[in-house]
């Protein structure tokens, strides 16, 4: 157990729809990653976040935004869903920038 | 794109035998770090080792970095049914946020 905490665990959304995922960083760690991982391919990154502020941005289009909280916990927004969007939600927390990332169980979502 | 390529991309060993797997990148890096994924959920982080350092134990496992070749391996001694996973190389270039760059992954399988 790292102490990355993600809900919901699984969602089905349809196409078109907004979703939202949350993200839980372990305790004492203020910088949190999200990165997107397809089927059978390794995590693409997708953002980071410190100390509330954007610090990076992977190759996602603008309907991908994200959030970090004064607790340091975060969200991750995506609109007008696409199929292609069925992927496995990562968040990773680490104590610093450069430091190792913790990652939480993920959240798997399907969109139809 | 994928900065990292791990090799082999499967990987079937008996139980007790040792594993290896290798990871070679593209670019240079401040750090590289080994996750392990069981089945889909989320990552586990095995070890990080920096630019400046060589190598690294952590229990059964042992990394090596050679930033001149940009590559590194991971080795498993007395592998286990339950190191039965995808393992995963991810580089940290330290530039515009620690983003991890991952690799596809092996998939390691120890037979009992």
């Known amino acids: 157990e790292t102490g990355v905490t993600q809900s919901p665990t699984h969602l089905i959304k349809t196409r078109g729809q907004q979703v939202t995922l949350r993200c839980s960083s372990q305790s004492g760690h203020n910088t949190v990653s999200w990165y997107q991982q397809a089927l059978g391919q390794g995590p693409q990154f997708i953002f980071q976040y410190y100390r509330e502020e954007e610090n990076g941005r992977g190759n996602f289009p603008p309907r991908f935004s994200g959030l970090q909280f004064p607790n340091y916990s975060s969200e991750l927004n995506v609109n007008a869903l696409e199929l292609d969007d069925s992927a496995l939600y990562l968040c990773?927390?680490?104590?610093?920038?450069?430091?190792?990332?913790?990652f939480g169980p993920g959240t798997r979502l399907t969109v139809l | 794109s994928q900065q990292g390529e791990e090799d082999p991309q499967a990987l079937s060993i008996q139980e007790g035998e040792n594993a290896t797997m290798n990871c070679s990148y593209k670019?240079?890096?401040?750090?590289l770090q080994w996750y392990r994924q069981n089945s889909g959920r989320g990552l586990v982080h095995l070890i990080l080792i920096r630019s400046n350092e060589r190598e690294k134990h952590s229990g059964r496992l042992r990394v090596t970095l050679d930033t001149s070749k940009k590559s590194s391996s991971l080795l498993i001694t007395a592998s286990r049914a339950a190191d039965t996973a995808s393992y995963f190389c991810?580089?940290?270039?330290?530039?515009?946020?620690?983003?991890?760059?991952f690799g596809e992954g092996t998939q390691l399988t120890v037979n009992p």
């Open positions: 990773a927390s680490s104590r610093a920038i450069g430091d190792e990332q913790f």
């Open positions: 670019t240079s890096i401040n750090n």
């Open positions: 991810a580089t940290d270039r330290g530039t515009s946020g620690s983003r991890l760059t």
